[in-house]
């Protein structure tokens, strides 16, 4: 596979030739952002080059597409205030309360639920049939 380069309105597309037997040209997008043409050893490399420059504005489309569906890089929360979480397709910002009652509350709806365990807490665990001293907490999410 040899690369080439094709210059359109300024930016430089850089893709691949690979020479196969094929009747047509092949032009081939992935979601790398790497770009294939494949055609057959008969077709010169000046052909390859304008259809490459034909097909540029399609080419740039896809790689802005790919790029933008490129997963994010997912990194450890530490559930403190201010940390910025996605839920139902938003994006929502954390706030952590002290003493206040146990549960959560998203846009004035609240949902109580017992904890076994704290993630929140690296004191003790969160038990309330124990005997354990609870540390209550609150979450609120802000849009």
Same mark, same amino acid.
């Given at each position: ?52 420059? &034909? ?33 139902? *397709? ?6 952590? =309360?002290?003493?206040?009652?146990? *549960?959560? =509350?998203? =846009? ?19 038990? &309330? ?15």
């Amino acid at each position: 596979m040899e690369k080439q380069e094709v210059c359109w309105h300024g930016r430089t597309i850089t893709f691949e030739v690979q020479r196969k037997k094929v009747r047509n040209i092949n032009l081939n997008v992935k979601p790398d952002m790497t770009i294939m043409v494949s055609a057959n050893e008969r077709v010169p490399l000046e052909v390859l080059q304008a259809f490459v420059h &034909s097909k540029a504005a399609w080419i740039f489309n896809k790689t802005a597409y790919f790029h933008d569906a490129q997963p994010e890089t997912i990194r450890e929360k530490a559930y403190v205030s201010g940390e910025s979480f996605k839920y139902l *397709g938003k994006q929502l910002r954390l706030k952590v =309360a002290e003493g206040a009652p146990e *549960g959560m =509350a998203i =846009a004035g709806a609240t949902c109580n639920s017992p904890c076994k365990t704290s993630r929140l807490s690296t004191e003790k665990p969160c038990l &309330s049939s124990n005997g354990f001293e609870k540390k209550k907490r609150r979450f609120f999410w802000k849009y």
